[in-house]
């Protein structure tokens, strides 16, 4: 779990799943009415160098053993 932020009904989750041994980038928007989840949509991404024109503005995850 890297950092969860929430307002209202609505909640993003970023973190980092390991599946079958390769570690993937995730963000989880959850919206919530009367307490129950009602609609969630996820975006996964693989772990990748930035490209040298971009790379000052990189902020480095480490990834988890």
């Known amino acids: ?3 969860i932020v929430g307002v209202g009904d609505l909640c993003v ?4 799943i390991t599946y ?10 959850m919206e919530f ?3 129950k989840a009602v609609h ?6 693989d772990p990748f160098e ?3 024109w971009r790379s000052q503005w990189v ?3 480490r990834e988890p053993s």
Do not use: H, K, L
């Open 1 to 3: 779990m890297r950092r």
């Open 13 to 16: 989750t970023e973190y980092t």
């Open 20 to 29: 079958q041994g390769r570690s993937s980038f995730t963000v989880s928007i």
């Open 33 to 35: 009415r009367d307490g």
């Open 40 to 45: 969630e949509t996820q975006y996964f991404a």
């Open 50 to 52: 930035a490209p040298a």
């Open 59 to 61: 902020q480095r995850v």
